[in-house]
């Protein structure tokens, strides 16, 4: 049997009539499709036995980017700026409440910008609210060029689990985004980064579990390095761990969740 991967979507008004919609870039779903997984979209419900009912049957997850974080949903101050854009609060506590789920279950996780800054502030970390003016000697992090197109160097660290999928310690991605993982939560650790010091990969300290953060967008970039490799290696490992899950075991750092 195949790896069923569920992908979390978006929410956002009709220009048109003011109805809410789901949404999910095609992408996702292709990508997790062409590295052998079976796409899985996720309505968001924000219900408790819905959430722990759909967490039981999925082999592994994508939280997909979004827009920005409002840090005041987890108590803490927001800096307003031109760049900020507020994901809807829906969603916020959709994710939020999945992935505590996932966590616990040891699901394999693959969380992207938006995803991988949730996970981080779940687990007690923080964030770069908006990089220009924060770190002002940083470079452009929310590119003007297609988001398909490579832009800035990666650093990875050796024995990361992102090393492998890279064969490396150097590598090329995209970059489209103005916030950033400034410290990492319980459980996690930096992986990667972009010349200019701005994290741009977190993965989980626990090796018997599968959690990758990625602040770039692997699925816009599907035949690059950096891209479609991601995906083939989340469902590899959901495919691996899907006969050895079993039951609800709690890991690092999800008591701050």
Not at 45 to 58: C, F, L, M, P
Not at 148 to 173: A, P, Q, V, W, Y
């Amino acid at each position: 049997m195949k790896a069923l991967i569920g992908i979390t979507v978006d929410i956002e008004v009709a220009s048109k009539n003011g109805r809410l919609y789901s949404k999910c870039y095609q992408t996702y779903v292709d990508s997790v499709f062409r590295a052998g997984g079976i796409p899985f979209l996720i309505a968001p419900v924000n219900d408790a036995d819905y959430i722990s009912h759909v967490a039981d049957q999925i082999d592994g997850l994508v939280i997909p980017g979004g827009d920005d974080i409002d840090p005041r949903f987890l108590g803490k101050e927001l800096y307003e700026c031109e760049r900020y854009v507020p994901v809807t609060r829906e969603r916020f506590e959709f994710d939020r409440r999945l992935v505590h789920d996932v966590l616990v279950r040891r699901i394999p996780l693959l969380a992207v910008c938006y995803g991988a800054q949730l996970v981080n502030l779940m687990l007690g970390g923080d964030i770069i609210q908006d990089i220009p003016d924060m770190v002002p000697d940083a470079h452009r992090h929310q590119s003007d060029t297609a988001a398909e197109d490579h832009t800035h160097d990666l650093i990875i660290e050796e024995g990361s689990r992102l090393h492998k999928i890279f064969k490396g310690s150097h590598g090329r991605i995209n970059s489209v985004h103005h916030q950033a993982v400034k410290s990492v939560g319980a459980g996690l650790k930096v992986t990667a980064r972009a010349p200019d010091g701005i994290i741009e990969a977190i993965e989980t300290e626990d090796p018997k579990h599968y959690l990758l953060g990625l602040q770039w967008h692997p699925e816009r970039c599907p035949f690059k390095e950096g891209g479609e490799d991601v995906f083939v290696d989340l469902v590899r490992e959901a495919s691996r761990s899907k006969s050895q899950r079993a039951g609800r075991v709690s890991i690092t750092g999800t008591d701050t969740i």
